[in-house]
T-cell receptor, first 115, second 110 residues
Framework: NAGVMQNPRHLVRRRGQEARLRCSPM?????VYWYRQLPEEGLKFMVY????????ESGMPKERFSAEFPKEGPSILRIQQVVRGDSAAYFC?????????????FGQGTRLTVV | SQQGEEDPQALSIQEGENATMNCSYK?????LQWYRQNSGRGLVHLIL?????REKHSGRLRVTLDTSKKSSSLLITASRAADTASYFC??????????FGKGTTLSVSS
């Protein structure tokens, strides 16, 4: 049973380009969470999705950022017109229940560098 | 900010010593979890303690929870070089997602 898969592991984008980060949850998991981690910082919650639904996007910046989790395929975090401040590690986690009394399984992250 | 706060920010010890990290949070919770992150990697779940529990053990790990003080501690006994990592507490105080603290960076030297 493969764990949470994120790709790419590393992504370099020039300012103004778009970044697409993918996350395939663990088999059987339909709840996905995206977090952002700046250097030497903890993880900041961005968005929580269930298949085809955004449940909580309170941590998402209002502009340029969007997320989806379609019926088929991975969850996508999309950042349009990237700026240097978007450089960070983006982690995806999945869980089977969506209840917070069970562990979340994390991917290895995508490290985005904006040059 | 809804984040919890870990203390200390960084901790350096020798192999064989015990390491204690603390976490404080702001609002009531149903459970608290501890995670480990090795450099450049994702987070790995260590232990979950529910709000009606005061102490929990898992191998060399011991976690305590004091809901009256809104704090938790993680004790790693007989530390090893392989324990070198960052340790984060996470709570469900936001309701829909885990909220993480800034972490404690532990360095264990041999």
């Amino acid at each position: 049973n493969a764990g949470v898969m994120q790709n790419p592991r590393h992504l370099v984008r020039r300012r103004g380009q778009e970044a697409r980060l993918r996350c395939s949850p663990m088999k059987g998991h339909s709840h996905v969470y995206w977090y952002r981690q700046l250097p030497e910082e903890g993880l900041k919650f961005m968005v929580y999705l269930q298949k085809e639904n955004i449940i909580d996007e309170s941590g998402m910046p209002k502009e340029r950022f969007s997320a989806e989790f379609p019926k088929e395929g991975p969850s996508i975090l999309r950042i349009q017109q990237v700026v240097r401040g978007d450089s960070a590690a983006y982690f995806c986690a999945s869980s089977s229940t969506g209840r917070l009394n069970t562990e979340a399984f994390f991917g290895q992250g995508t490290r985005l560098t904006v040059v | 900010s809804q984040q919890g706060e870990e203390d200390p920010q960084a901790l350096s010890i020798q192999e064989g010593e015990n390491a204690t990290m603390n976490c404080s949070y702001k609002t009531s919770i149903n459970n608290l979890q501890w995670y480990r992150q090795n450099s450049g990697r994702g987070l790995v779940h260590l232990i979950l303690i529910r709000s009606n529990e005061r102490e929990k053990h898992s191998g060399r790990l011991r976690v305590t929870l004091d809901t009256s003080k809104k704090s938790s501690s993680l004790l790693i006994t007989a530390s090893r070089a392989a324990d070198t990592a960052s340790y984060f507490c996470a709570t469900d105080q936001a309701g829909t997602a885990l909220i993480f603290g800034k972490g404690t960076t532990l360095s264990v030297s041999s």
